[in-house]
Structure formats: structure tokens, C-alpha cells
């Protein structure tokens, strides 16, 4: 099953065979069929290096971080700070200052529209979002203009899928004070042009708080060469485990926020007259943080350092030129979502078969896909559907997988049309 994959620039060969032997779960049976998890866009499997390195961490270095002055609790600080590190460098971060450890991308913005925004909105301000938005991208700004007064303003978009950016340019303003939209939309897969919407945002003084949740397992992201002022992401998407994720925030824009949560960590000194918060990162980190979370995305990081995004990206690329033109030649399916740079995502209709019974019957031939209105209900809303059926990738994903895809949609057309 291996397959070769030259792309256009370089010279890439990808081994999807040899990346899918590391990933246990694909080896599985579902329906008493081979499992083909197209499923990537809501969480992606593990590979045994980041189930070995979560294993090893509560099987030898199992205590709380930055507390005992013993030898477990100083490996343990070892080792979520050196996760810390090395997402650092995954994304090109100027300092691990700039790294927060969140749940994932819902809590990052949450903390940044709670904190960022509880101290720099006021009424009449303006929040601009987009209308491909997750709703975690919506109802955290909708929350905190509620409290402010500040009003919430959404960018459209074509039948494409694609933002209007002229639309975008018209609704900056100099009152637009927070710009916040995806790197790529969950529903759709467009590929939002970030490095030219964050210099827009920028030249009228906003800020701009990017949700890279779907990016960041498909593509290199250098966060100092997009000059985004936060970037969110979770763990989950990028083969790490659930409950980590990482808000990336300009060190200057951090120092000046209030922290989000307090308790434990997050302070230096503590008495019932005055608390000092303590230096970047661990202001924004109260608690017991998930220790164990870290050390998996740190072995997801090395993991997907050694397969190599670029290689990831053009494999990709490829998976989804074929994708497309396959699902497109299905008699009735309407692809909802057709941007031109586009990465990862199938999101489609079929006439006279809703989403669910699709996915329903498609399980039974061991085809995992998502149904509904995947958290972007504005957006199916724009596109006049209740719903629909998604199919997304990742790198161990393969052709055989799609069309398999395909043969289980002719099965759906026989039972239901
Ligand atoms: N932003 C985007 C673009 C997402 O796709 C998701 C999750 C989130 C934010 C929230 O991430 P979380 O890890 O904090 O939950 N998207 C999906 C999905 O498409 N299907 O299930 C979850």
C-alpha cells in the first residue's frame, strides 16, 4: 500500500504505509470492516510514540510541576516545560514566555476574549469576526461585547466559501479594536489568507486572535512570520491527546492582561492585602496544570517534526485533489465548500439523503465521518442546509480510504434513493 508522492516543488516521497503501523487504532475493525477514520477535523488518532510518552510519564515521573523539591516533581517540571519548548519551536514563538498551556482552542479564546477583551472593550468598540466561524470563535466575543458594550461585526462570504475581503477591508475601522477568525475553516477547509488579514487588522490598530485549530495538523506555522497578535490551537487535531492545547500571545500583549483564572501557579506572592501574579507563562496557568497532556503533545511535536509538514502538506494535497474529483463524479452530492485554497475537508449534500442516515449507513461499511452542523450553525445557515456530511483528512489517510468513501456513498444511493 505504500505510495510514492512526488510533489510539484520538491522532491517529497511520503510513506504513508510505514506512519500508518504507528498509529494502533487504524489496525481496528469497525462493523466487521477495516476502520477508514475520516474524522480528522473533529480529533485525530495517536500515534504509539505519543500514547509511549504519556505511558512513560505516569509509569516513572508521575508528581505536581514547579512545587516539590523532589526528584519526581523536578522531572515532571522537566518535562512539561520542555514540552513547552518544544511547541515553541514548532511554532517559531520568540520566547516560551509567549506559550501558554490551555485546554485547547475553545479555552484559549475564551481567555483571550475574557481577559484581553474585559480590559480594552467599552461601548461602541468593535469585535470583527467572519461568518465561517467555529462557534468557540463566536459566542466568547458575543459573551464579552454583552458585557461591554461593544458590538460584534461579521465579515461575509462568496457561495464559495471564501471571505469577501474587500467586505473585510470596509468593516475595519479605527473603532475595530479585536480582528478574530480561523486559519481554516472546520466545515469548509478554505484557507483564510491570515498574514494579509492580520496586516489589515494591524493598520487600523485592532488586534488580531487567530484559530488555527484546523492548521495546525496540515501546514508549518511560523506565528512571528504571520504577525498574528494570539494564535489558539488543541492538541487533539495534531495527534496529541485531549485536553492540551496552547494559546500563543505577544509577550507585550500578555503583560498587559489580567490573568484569567487565579489560584495556584499563577502567583508569586500572596497575602489577603495584595497578590503578585507571577512572570509569563504561568500567569495565565493556575492550577495543577495537565501534565501528563503536555508531555503527549511534546512527543505529537517531535512526531510530526520527524514525518515532516511540508511532506505532510503536499501528501495531502494530493489526497485531496483525488478526493475531490471522486466525490465530485457521485450522482447528486452538492460539495458545500469550494474555495480555491482549500486544504483537508470534504463537506458535501447528497439529494433526497439527509447527513445523518449518510453517516449512518456509511459507518456500517466502517467509514467514520462527521454529520450536523459542525459547530458553525451561522454557516450552514449561509449555505441553506441543515447540515452535512463531513469527511477530513490526515496524513495516514490514503486513496484506497476514499475510495472506499465512494463505494459506501453508491450503498447509501441503493438503500435511500
Ligand atoms: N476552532 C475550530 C476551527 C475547530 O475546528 C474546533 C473544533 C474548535 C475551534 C474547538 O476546538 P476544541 O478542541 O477546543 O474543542 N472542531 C470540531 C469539529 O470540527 N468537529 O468536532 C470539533
Keep these: 500500500m505504500t505510495q510514492a508522492v512526488a510533489t510539484n516543488d520538491r522532491a517529497t516521497t511520503f510513506d504513508v504505509a510505514a506512519v500508518r503501523a504507528d498509529f494502533p487504532i487504524l489496525a481496528r475493525n469497525v462493523h466487521k470492516k477495516p476502520l477508514v477514520y475520516l474524522d ?38 522537566a518535562a512539561y516545560e520542555a514540552a513547552r519548548e518544544k511547541v515553541r519551536g514548532f511554532i517559531n514563538a520568540a520566547e516560551i514566555a509567549e506559550v501558554i498551556f490551555t485546554k485547547g482552542t475553545t479555552e484559549a479564546i475564551n481567555l483571550v476574549a475574557a481577559s484581553y477583551g474585559r480590559a480594552h472593550l467599552s461601548a461602541g468598540d468593535e469585535v470583527l469576526i467572519t461568518y465561517m466561524e467555529h462557534h468557540s470563535n463566536i459566542v466568547p466575543w458575543q459573551m464579552i461585547c454583552e458585557q461591554t458594550g461593544a458590538v460584534l ?5 462568496n457561495e464559495r466559501g471564501e471571505l469577501l475581503l474587500d467586505a473585510f477591508e470596509k468593516l ?67 495527534f ?42 504561568s500567569k495565565f496557568e493556575a492550577g495543577t496544570p495537565i501534565i501528563a497532556g503536555a508531555v503527549g503533545l511534546g512527543a505529537a511535536v517531535d512526531y510530526l517534526e520527524r514525518v515532516g509538514l511540508d511532506a505532510v502538506s503536499a501528501y495531502e494535497h494530493s489526497l485531496l485533489e483525488y478526493g475531490d474529483q471522486r466525490l465530485k463524479s457521485v450522482p447528486g452530492l452538492r460539495m458545500i465548500g469550494d474555495a480555491v485554497d482549500k486544504t483537508s475537508v470534504f463537506s458535501f449534500v447528497m439529494e ?28 450552514m445557515k ?12 490526515a496524513f495516514y489517510n490514503t486513496r484506497e480510504e476514499i475510495d472506499q468513501l465512494v463505494d459506501g456513498l453508491a450503498k447509501v444511493r441503493e438503500m435511500l434513493l
Design 40 to 77: 480528522n477535523a473533529a480529533s485525530s488518532q495517536k500515534p504509539r510514540q505519543v500514547i509511549e510518552a504519556v505511558d512513560q510519564y505516569y509509569r516513572r515521573h508521575n508528581a505536581n510541576v514547579h512545587r516539590g523539591l523532589h526528584t519526581l516533581s523536578d522531572e515532571a517540571t
Design 153 to 157: 461585526r461579521v465579515c461575509p462570504i
Design 172 to 238: 475595519l475601522s479605527d473603532k475595530t479594536r479585536v480582528v478574530a477568525f480561523n486559519h481554516i475553516s472546520n466545515a469548509l477547509g478554505t484557507v483564510n489568507p491570515v498574514k494579509k488579514m492580520v496586516k489589515m487588522a494591524h493598520a487600523v490598530g485592532a488586534v488580531t486572535v487567530v484559530d488555527g485549530a484546523q492548521a495546525v495538523p496540515h501546514q508549518r506555522i511560523d506565528v512571528r512570520d504571520l504577525d498574528c497578535d494570539f494564535y489558539a490551537f488543541s492538541g487533539h487535531k495534531m
Design 240 to 281: 496529541a491527546p485531549t485536553g492540551i492545547g496552547i494559546l500563543y500571545g505577544k509577550r507585550y500583549l500578555l503583560e498587559q492582561m489580567p490573568p484569567y483564572q487565579g489560584g495556584g501557579d499563577m502567583i508569586k506572592t500572596v497575602s489577603f492585602e495584595k497578590t503578585v501574579y507571577n512572570e509569563l507563562p
Design 352 to 379: 433526497g439523503a439527509h447527513p445523518h442516515d449518510i453517516g449512518t449507513i456509511l459507518s456500517h461499511t466502517g467509514v467514520a465521518v462527521r454529520t450536523g452542523h459542525h459547530c458553525t450553525e451561522p454557516l
Design 382 to 393: 449561509f449555505f441553506k442546509v441543515p447540515g452535512t456530511v463531513r469527511a477530513s483528512l
